[in-house]
């Protein structure tokens, strides 16, 4: 199964992502986890991205096309989720022309759909534990007792300033790829509201009716 998640910031593409990677074995490829990984290793794909990542603006489409590229071939062209990738017209007809290069081509395009407001909310109350990436919501999921503060932390990103650039970047250039997608009928809507496995829920099921099984092609596992 070849699929993208969509959305804007925050409305919970990478939370379903890695729970489509647990539960269903799908290799999450997220290119925003992939460059803050590159950022705290301080590699030079890294050094390049911080300046954009941290003001919540676009990292230049051909470093995140190579990065999304080598992960998609590295699980063999199938069985994956993508998390933030394409967001731009160009990084879809990018996505288009390289999958059909390898005769794998999307399944379906789920768009997450979420009021402003809440999208709002869930980045300002958003932390990250620094070592293993995992997310935390202050009200809703918050840091367990005893864990060292100091490894919680709020993504540069994620404050007010950043969500605004991230949000007015989203209306700009990711929602027209929205369109990109319905034109090609591979777009379904799918509401973002509730918790997160109600909205689990909703994703399989729809998975279900639009995506038929295919038997003998099997990737590999894992949030990339
Ligand atoms: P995310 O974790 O998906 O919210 O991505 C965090 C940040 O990484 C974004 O705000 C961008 O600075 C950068 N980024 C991730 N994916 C892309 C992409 N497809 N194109 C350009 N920049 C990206």
Redesign the pocket.
């Given at each position: 199964m070849r699929i993208v998640l969509f959305g804007p910031?925050g409305v919970g593409k990478?939370t379903q992502a890695r729970l489509l990677a647990e539960r269903r074995g799908l290799a999450h490829i997220?290119?925003?986890?992939i460059?803050r990984q590159a950022m705290r290793d301080d590699t030079p794909v890294g050094r390049e991205a911080r300046d954009?990542?941290n003001a919540?603006?676009?990292?230049p489409?051909a470093i995140?096309r190579k990065l999304a590229e080598d992960a998609i071939a590295r699980n063999g062209y199938d069985n994956f989720v993508l998390?933030?990738?394409?967001?731009?017209l160009e990084?879809a007809a990018w996505l288009q022309a390289f999958l059909e290069a390898h005769e794998a081509p999307l399944h379906a395009v789920l768009s997450l759909q979420v009021p402003d407001e809440v999208i709002v909310d869930r980045l300002s109350k958003r932390r990250v534990h620094r070592e293993t990436g995992e997310n935390f919501h202050l009200d809703f999921k918050p840091p367990p007792e005893g864990i060292d503060p100091a490894l919680i932390v709020q993504r540069p990103?994620d404050r007010p300033e950043a969500i605004r650039k991230?949000l007015e970047v989203y209306r700009a250039e990711t929602s027209p790829v929205e369109q990109f997608y319905e034109t090609r009928g591979l777009l379904y809507r799918i509401d973002g509201v509730g918790s997160f496995e109600d909205v689990y829920r909703r994703i399989v099921n729809l998975l279900e009716r639009v995506v038929s099984p295919e038997p003998g092609r099997v990737g590999k596992s894992g949030t990339v």
């Open positions: 910031p990478g997220s290119t925003g986890v460059l954009y990542v919540g603006r676009l990292v489409g995140v998390d933030g990738y394409p967001r731009t990084q990103d991230r």
